[in-house]
């Protein structure tokens, strides 16, 4: 303990500033009334270029990544490296399809992607099953965010569940009065001090560790000494296909995940996402760096404590750094927690608002009564993320977080496809949905883990051997449960049609996806004016 | 700068956007760079080129933008 003080010290400093920032959020933009989710739950959907790079980015690249990225390179190699083409693939993939969102959100005055699918597809049981899907996917994504504040702490000798429920108190606090403006106002905090520690790391520590070159040779002789035969530095045979489908599909699920559209929707125009596409790989550089440190790590002969490989960063950085710059760092990491947590917990707050309280509760619901439902409602979604913490054992939440992946992609029939076709018919995507999330849990529920000596839900490497083909090949588990969606959905569409079922009426129209800020279809949502 | 005249653009098709494509095949082709060798300092082309790709989608998707805006 009396080892860590200066960091501590640090820590708690940086931690208590940013709480602070995040209370006087509220003030920030000032609109004239708070009271409706528009405001709370999307900032007053007016961020420009600049806050949404930073919201988004803060947003996406969470705590948990930067903790369990490098995690997997230190333990596997290669294959962990799978996060820098994911973050390079999926901005020129949702280019088009965020921008189509937006306009169409904005006229609609949509919150969430159920949302839209009601409005697109005239079926509240679909919006309800994708609003199930996206609070199902994103809460054990909050409860991570936990475990990456747990593994700085931990580091600095602290255990015990008490700081992690002071910290989430103060979180759920400052959420609840200020809104998405507490987290856009904090990650600029936030992403300062992660650029900051990264780009030192990524000088300083090969520095002292005999350049990049000996670092790899480190870990491929690791990896040689090993008896597993999917490690190394690069792929082989067995994995190529899984970093190829793992990245692609792990593209496809982002911007599914109500809380990465949370940060799209409250942008002022499609200019602002458009541009945030080109600029928002600033971070997947610092990410692919941030994998990287895995390796530097091996070549430092760096120990996790106990067997809880998400130390391994947090030990790394103690072994390397001065204390006060390590307990930078850790702040950086734990700061690094709260803004995707408050955001994630405003979308699954939104989704409980608009797509079951106001849809089934309380369908006169006025703009004052969804935002205080939504305060509410990120209130208790928080308590949950804790007591699954507290409760449960942490690697539950990162087996559901597995399943959250998979479970997401299920959505992309109705929400992406949605936007650019209305040739489903709403029986077909319910069907189709259902179809992959079996065909997706049955894939993990058979992948074994032997290294965590684990029978199911082991990773999401669903090896082909298991369909009866003879290779060694394995593939993410999420892709194929797409895929069976995607051929339920239209043999299901063709059957409904075949048999007259009644279609839901498309709330819609053409020119909708293309409106733009300035669009008088888009001006009347201008809710400062109508307060 | 960003305000529109109420006159719409009525779709987003554009031949720019085929070039979207090229950031997204690129770093999925992993058979082109699964290798050691070449290094560039100290990193095998595994790495270096797969960070060298954000440059590619950066271009590509700031081409796109600036032509169909």
Known sequence: ?531 | MTTREPGQPSSDRSPWNWLLVLPIALPLMTFLFNADEPRLMGFPVFYWLQIAFILVGVACTTIVYRMTR
């Open chain 1, 1 to 531: 303990m009396s080892g860590h003080t200066t960091e501590l010290v640090v820590f708690a400093v940086l931690f208590l500033v940013v709480s602070g920032m995040g209370f006087v959020a509220a003030r920030w933009r000032r609109p004239q009334n708070i009271e409706s989710l528009h405001e709370w739950g999307l900032g007053g959907r007016n961020f420009g270029s600049w806050i949404t790079w930073f919201l988004v980015g803060g947003d996406l690249y969470t705590a948990y990544t930067f903790v369990a990225v490098p995690a997997l390179v230190f333990g596997a190699g290669a294959i962990g490296f799978y996060a820098l083409p994911y973050t390079v693939v999926v901005y020129p993939l949702v280019f088009l399809v965020l921008a189509r969102m937006w306009s169409v959100s904005h006229v609609h005055g949509f919150v969430t992607p159920a949302d839209f699918v009601r409005a697109r597809f005239g079926s509240p049981t679909l919006a309800l099953v994708i609003a199930l899907t996206g609070l199902v996917a994103t809460m054990p994504y909050i409860a991570l965010q936990l475990v990456g504040i747990e593994a700085v702490l931990k580091s600095m000798g602290i255990t015990g569940h008490l700081p992690i429920i002071i910290a989430f108190a103060i979180l759920a606090a400052y959420t609840y009065q200020s809104g998405l403006r507490a987290p856009a106002l904090i990650a600029f905090v936030k992403d300062t001090l992660i650029y900051i520690v990264i780009l030192a790391a990524v000088i300083y520590i090969p520095a002292k560790l005999g350049g990049w070159g000996s670092i790899f040779d480190a870990a491929q002789a690791k990896f040689d000494a090993t008896p597993v035969k999917t490690d190394g530095i690069t792929l082989n045979a067995a994995n190529q296909l899984q970093y190829i489908t793992l990245a692609f599909g792990s593209a496809l699920a982002l911007f599914l995940y109500p809380h990465s559209l949370t940060g799209v929707l409250a942008s002022k125009n499609r200019g602002v996402i458009k541009r945030n596409m080109a600029a928002l790989p600033a971070y997947s550089f610092l990410l692919g760096l941030i994998a990287l440190l895995g390796f530097m790590a091996i070549a430092a002969g760096t120990k996790p404590i106990g067997t809880d490989t998400n130390t391994i960063i947090p030990r790394l950085f103690d072994q390397m750094f001065p204390d006060w710059f390590t307990g930078v760092a850790y702040a950086a990491v734990g700061i690094g927690a709260l803004v995707p947590a408050a955001i994630m917990s405003i979308a699954a707050a939104n989704l409980f608002t608009r797509n079951i309280y106001r849809e089934y509760l309380n369908k006169q619901a006025t703009d004052a009564q969804e935002a205080k439902v939504s305060k509410l409602v990120s209130l208790v979604v928080k308590v949950g993320a804790v007591l699954c913490i507290l409760l449960l054992d942490p690697q539950f939440s990162i087996d559901l977080q597995l399943i959250g992946g998979v479970i997401i992609l299920q959505t992309l029939p109705s929400v992406a496809l949605g936007l650019y076709t209305r040739w489903f018919h709403r029986g077909g995507l319910i069907t189709g949905w259902a179809a992959g999330l079996a065909a997706g849990v049955w894939m993990l529920y058979l992948i074994p883990n032997p290294a965590k000596g684990k029978a199911h839900f082991g990773g999401s490497a669903f090896a082909l051997e298991k369909l009866g083909l003879d290779t060694p090949m394995t593939v993410y588990a999420g892709f194929l449960a797409l895929a069976v969606n995607l051929v339920v959905s239209v043999l299901a569409t063709l059957a409904f049609r075949a048999a007259k079922v009644a279609d839901g009426e498309d709330a819609t129209s053409r020119g909708d996806y293309f409106a733009d800020e300035g669009d008088p279809r888009v001006k009347e949502l201008d809710l400062s004016a109508s307060h």
